[in-house]
């Protein structure tokens, strides 16, 4: 069955079960797949697949599952049984209906031009990102690349009915200089034009090279240089941690915090699925609700949480357009630039540490934001405004606010960032960040 035909089937099933309220997004999806190590392509993969997520309400009790048969018998079966599931379920204690549709969306982002799934367009893409990084010095250079061509179209109970359609490119490898060395690059993109393979190798080539022969870092608080995607990690953690559903559960940082300062005065953080240029921009929240521009933090201030339908009700505010039935979250992170190059924002520290990437971060208390990651990739001992030794095994063990908070330089260039550790599109720029806590590993 087709899209068009698959959602008033499943309402009228749904409708029919008992829901209250009920909304069904299905999902069209092709994708090629690309993964090579040694400076070779060892796996390419095309997929195509539909699928629909049917979310059902009956008052505050609520359900949802996915579906892969688009017979119509395993849909209206399906969806009786959501139903089923939700009414047995303990409920939550709230409701809000859906928005009342017809809603209008930006024509803007509705529909994108769809990116080659071509294999040999795709193969020079990613011989062109090791090329470069093997002209920068890299022994060998290994990743993923992704081209993906998506199509969603929502129905809700509620009469919001939307199709967007968008394509998307992404890359994300690393490069080898010795036993020791090794640099990270990626581009994403949402159109062939902005996509740039051969300056990701070529910055993952270069970061590789210089970061030979590593020392053992020494732990202590020092001034830090954070690049893109490090700030990439913490600001997700923001957009993340502003959830109402993580506020309520007492799960985040940001909780009582909405009116006070939580970074310092330039920081500020948006979330913005309405810019048809960025990776993630999207039309419609899976309420169906017009997706929106907001600040989350601005100028230091936090500004917002992120509501769905049923946490604004819950506050006693509006939507923001950000559900998620179940939690609401960000579409699309942008944090604001500053003025400075990242050779200023080096040769502003006398002695530091400048962290080029990140993964593992884990949290040791969600509630007041402390946590730690370890520094993945080339790392780099600052002396005297310079870049010095590379270095190795130190982990940072701080708190994300105070982090926020001690952030006294901002970089001009930003960087859209998104792979495994960063699974929100984020468009940041590098910052020094003062009294950072490294810590050795146990």
Same mark, same amino acid.
């Given at each position: $069955? ?21 909304? +069904? ?33 009956? *008052?505050? *009790? *609520? ?8 017979? &119509? ?8 049984? +959501?139903? =089923? ?21 930006? %024509? ?11 294999? &040999?367009?795709? @193969? ?14 890299? =022994? ?5 690349? $992704?081209?993906?061509? #998506? &199509? ?11 199709? $967007? ?26 159109? =062939? ?35 893109? @995607? ?34 310092? *005065?330039?920081?500020?953080?948006? %979330? ?106 080339? @790392? ?6 310079? #870049? ?9 063990? %701080? ?7 001690? #952030? ?27 009294? +950072? ?6």
């Amino acid at each position: $069955m087709k899209p068009e035909e698959v959602t008033p089937v499943v309402l009228r099933a749904c409708r029919d079960a008992g829901a209250t309220d009920a909304v +069904v997004l299905v999902t069209e999806e092709e994708e090629a797949q690309i993964r090579f190590s040694n400076n070779n392509v060892t796996v390419s993969n095309n997929l195509r697949e539909m699928s629909a997520y049917v979310f059902v309400f009956v *008052k505050g *009790k *609520k359900a949802g599952t996915n579906i892969e048969d688009m017979s &119509k018998r395993t849909l209206v079966t399906t969806a009786q049984k +959501v139903v =089923e599931a939700a009414k047995r379920s303990p409920g939550e204690g709230g409701y809000a209906p859906l928005p009342q549709g017809p809603l209008l969306y930006d %024509d803007r982002l509705m529909n994108s031009e769809p990116v080659t799934q071509d294999p &040999k367009d795709l @193969m020079s893409m990613v011989r062109e990102a090791i090329d470069a990084a093997r002209r920068e010095g890299a =022994e060998r250079v290994a990743g993923s690349m $992704m081209a993906r061509n #998506i &199509k969603l179209t929502l129905h809700t109970s509620a009469d919001a009915f939307g199709t $967007m359609e968008r394509g998307g490119l992404e890359i994300s490898l690393r490069a080898f200089s010795g036993p020791e060395a090794s640099g990270h690059g990626l581009s994403v993109a949402s159109t =062939e034009r902005d996509f740039h393979p051969s300056e990701s190798g070529s910055e993952a080539g270069r970061l590789a090279h210089r970061a030979a022969s590593p020392i053992e870092g020494t732990a202590g608080r020092m001034d830090a240089v954070f690049g893109p @995607m490090v700030v990439a990690d913490l600001m997700q953690q923001v957009g993340r941690m502003a959830s109402a559903f993580h506020v309520d559960s007492g799960m985040s940082f940001l909780r009582g915090r909405l009116g006070h300062e939580v970074a310092s *005065k330039g920081v500020t953080l948006w %979330d913005d699925a309405t810019n048809p240029n960025s990776y993630g921009a999207q039309p419609f929240d899976q309420e169906g609700l017009p997706t929106q521009r907001k600040a989350i933090i601005e100028d230091g201030v936090l500004m917002t949480y992120l509501h769905n339908s049923t946490t604004a009700a819950k506050e006693g505010v509006e939507s923001t357009a950000n559900a998620g039935l179940v939690a609401p979250s960000p579409f699309s992170l942008a944090m604001s630039p500053g003025g400075r190059s990242l050779e200023s924002l080096i040769s502003g520290i006398d002695h530091g540490i400048y962290v080029t990437n990140d993964w593992y971060l884990r949290y040791q208390n969600f509630g007041n934001g402390d946590l730690s990651f370890i520094p993945r990739d080339a @790392m780099f001992l600052i002396e005297g405004g310079s #870049i010095g030794a590379s270095l190795k095994e130190l982990r940072v063990s %701080d708190n994300v606010l105070r982090m926020l908070s001690n #952030i006294d330089g901002i970089g001009q260039q930003r960087k859209m960032v998104k792979w495994w550790e960063v699974d929100t599109p984020v468009l940041v720029p590098a910052v020094s960040v003062k009294d +950072v806590n490294f810590t050795r590993p146990q």
